[in-house]
C-alpha cells in the first residue's frame, strides 16, 4: 500500500515540482503542494525503508541521503524562482536529480510494481 502512495505522490509531485520552478505567477501555491508531498515522501519512504532495507542496505541508504540532498536542492530552486533568479543551470540540475532519484527509487525497490 506505502508502495502505490509513494507512487502516486511521486507522479503528482513532478507535476507540481515543475510548476513551482517554471511559473512565476501562482508559483507559492505549487511550492506549498510540493512540500506538503515531501512530508508525505517522508513518511511513506520510511515505511518502505525499513521494509526494505535487508534486501539493499547501501543502495536504500544511498536513496534516503540522496532524497534529503534533493529536497534541500529543491528547496534552494524554490528560492531562486521567488527571487527571479532562477537559470536554466539551476533547473537542468533539479531535473537531473530528480530522474536519478526515481531511478535509483525504482533499482531500490527492486522494479516493483512493475516488474
Do not use: C, D
Given at each position: 500500500?506505502?508502495?502505490w502512495i509513494h507512487l502516486l505522490?511521486?507522479?503528482l509531485?513532478?507535476?507540481t515540482f515543475i510548476m513551482g520552478l517554471t511559473r512565476r505567477k501562482n508559483a507559492f501555491i505549487?511550492?506549498?503542494i510540493s512540500r506538503t508531498f515531501y512530508l508525505i515522501f517522508l513518511i511513506t519512504g520510511g515505511f518502505l525503508f525499513f521494509k526494505a532495507f535487508h534486501r539493499a542496505p547501501m543502495l536504500l541508504s544511498f536513496k534516503a541521503i540522496?532524497?534529503?540532498i534533493f529536497i534541500v536542492?529543491?528547496?534552494y530552486g524554490f528560492a531562486k524562482n521567488n527571487s527571479n533568479k532562477m537559470n536554466k543551470h539551476i533547473l537542468?540540475?533539479?531535473m537531473l536529480m530528480l530522474i536519478l532519484l526515481i531511478i535509483v527509487g525504482?533499482?531500490?525497490a527492486g522494479g516493483r510494481p512493475f516488474i
Amino acid at each position: 500500500m506505502f508502495l502505490w502512495i509513494h507512487l502516486l505522490i511521486a507522479i503528482l509531485f513532478i507535476f507540481t515540482f515543475i510548476m513551482g520552478l517554471t511559473r512565476r505567477k501562482n508559483a507559492f501555491i505549487y511550492q506549498m503542494i510540493s512540500r506538503t508531498f515531501y512530508l508525505i515522501f517522508l513518511i511513506t519512504g520510511g515505511f518502505l525503508f525499513f521494509k526494505a532495507f535487508h534486501r539493499a542496505p547501501m543502495l536504500l541508504s544511498f536513496k534516503a541521503i540522496f532524497a534529503l540532498i534533493f529536497i534541500v536542492a529543491a528547496e534552494y530552486g524554490f528560492a531562486k524562482n521567488n527571487s527571479n533568479k532562477m537559470n536554466k543551470h539551476i533547473l537542468w540540475i533539479l531535473m537531473l536529480m530528480l530522474i536519478l532519484l526515481i531511478i535509483v527509487g525504482f533499482l531500490a525497490a527492486g522494479g516493483r510494481p512493475f516488474i
